[in-house]
């Protein structure tokens, strides 16, 4: 007799790829739609006929079209807090974040990042929640800073860290959507920890 407990790994290994495939078809979806019609007039039956879903399956995995454009940028706090607690001895807390942040941006292109820059200003509700997820980040960074610097009496310094990183990732994606990707993210990051620096 088969012994179905051997095939639970891979079941759910199979499943969990097949949940990460659906999720991203339908958020490449909605992206093709938004960028063809507007993020507004686009409507939740059309991102789950463009995804091949129903529209009650789009809601097992997002809860509005909103959901769909800060996913994009859902994990990055997590990405940047993982590569801070890889600092190697003898890193500054302010020079670890910024290679973290680097390395981070590093694989996105700048295209890219400008379309999804421009669609979620296209939504004011987009845009509340958007500065909403920056407070998270800087939690998540300076979280990061505490576990890897964890004296009590620097919390503040690494409290002004994370908030003054998070500060540059806005000011470099202002100025890459505003310059149209003339630079990448990448070198406006380094620009803007440079400038950091020497006001301190």
């Known amino acids: 007799m088969t012994d179905m407990r051997a095939d639970e790994p891979a079941l759910g290994g199979l499943r969990e790829r097949k949940r990460r495939q659906t999720l991203q078809r339908i958020t490449d979806a909605a992206v093709r739609l938004f960028l063809a019609q507007g993020y507004e007039a686009t409507t939740l039956d059309a991102i789950a006929a463009e995804a ?21 940028q859902g994990s990055f706090g997590d990405e940047v807090a993982a590569e801070v607690l890889k600092a190697p001895p003898g890193s500054t807390p302010l020079h670890a974040v910024r290679d973290a942040l680097i390395a981070a941006c590093a694989p996105y ?21 958007k500065q909403a ?14 576990e890897r610097w964890p004296d009590p009496e620097r919390e503040t310094a690494l409290r ?3 908030m003054m990183s998070i500060g540059a990732v806005r000011l470099s994606l202002d100025a890459l959507s505003r310059e149209g990707g003339r630079r990448s993210l990448v070198e406006l990051l380094g620009e803007a920890f440079e400038a950091l620096e020497r006001a301190i």
Do not use: C, H, N, W
Not at 109 to 128: C, G, N, T, Y
């Open 52 to 72: 091949g879903i129903s529209r009650r399956s789009f809601f097992s995995y997002f809860r509005s079209k909103d959901d769909i454009l800060l996913s994009l």
């Open 109 to 129: 292109p700048a295209d890219e990042m400008i379309v999804i820059d421009r669609l979620m200003r296209s939504s004011e509700a987009v845009q509340a929640r």
């Open 133 to 146: 997820s920056y407070v998270q980040q800087e939690r998540t960074l300076f979280e990061a800073l505490r």
């Open 160 to 162: 002004l860290v994370a």
